[in-house]
């Protein structure tokens, strides 16, 4: 996994920081981890800190001054990354959600089979989500058949948020204008590679609920969602 870096998003993720940052490095010497901390009050960027010790060389920080969004986080280290010249960029969440085993899936399906984005898939061989209550299972699911259904994207997991970008994907879309910084962030990301007509392939992952630490969902993450698909389609049948 030469030239691939993780980007992990954290906001009081203490709990968490050590072992997920252990178990990525446990998938492969060569990958690379930044956190982009935004500044949490539980010193999750000083265990980080404490962590590029063990780690030189391949474990970054990046520490903003508040807390200004999942979208931000990341389009601050998609910057950082094609700065630094990776060739495979990820992202992942803190709190072991997703599986760092299947990073190598995603890795594989951009670098043996040609994806300029692969997704670690929900949805793509029925319902693979653990512990989650039925109603977010349901509210999750129908999100995604609905931003299916607006954007004719043949995504069956559009609110994906384990995938792995090729930089060519990064470079060419502009970073700068995109305009959702929540649960809508990562429908915008996977639309505006599909308008460009990048090859998108899923890989299906079992998704785990968190069990340590708070999640940072909230109702305004989701209306923005919801709103926000309706407002990127009508844009770009304009643009055409």
């Known amino acids: 996994m ?43 960027s000083a265990k980080v800190k ?26 601050h280290g998609f910057k950082w990354a094609i700065e630094k010249k990776y060739e495979y ?36 061989t029925g319902v693979n989500v653990v512990n989650w209550p039925m109603n977010r299972v349901l509210m999750s699911y129908l999100a995604s058949k609905y931003v299916r259904l607006i954007t004719g994207m043949q995504i069956h997991d559009t609110t994906a948020g384990f995938v792995c970008y090729k930089r060519e994907v990064l470079e060419t879309i502009d970073l700068n204008t995109i305009k959702f910084i929540g649960y809508a962030f990562q429908i915008e990301m996977k639309f505006k590679a599909y308008l460009k007509g990048f090859k998108i392939i899923e890989v299906p992952v079992i998704f785990t609920d968190r069990t340590k630490g708070v999640s940072k969902l909230s109702g305004g993450i989701i209306s923005e969602a919801i709103f926000g698909v309706i407002t990127m389609k009508l844009k770009s049948l304009f643009k055409k």
């Open 2 to 44: 030469k030239d691939s870096v993780v980007i992990i998003p954290t906001y009081n993720e203490i709990e968490n920081i050590e072992a997920i940052v252990k178990a990525v490095f446990a998938q492969s010497d060569a990958l690379h981890i930044l956190v982009v901390d935004d500044n949490s009050p539980d010193f999750t």
């Open 50 to 75: 404490e962590l590029q010790n063990e780690f030189s060389n391949r474990l970054f920080l990046e520490v903003r001054q508040e807390k200004s969004g999942l979208g931000t986080a990341y389009i």
């Open 89 to 124: 960029i990820f992202e992942m969440d803190a709190d072991f959600s997703h599986n760092p085993t299947d990073l190598i899936k995603l890795y594989n399906a951009c670098k043996l089979e040609g994806a300029s984005l692969s997704i670690g898939s929900r949805y793509k």
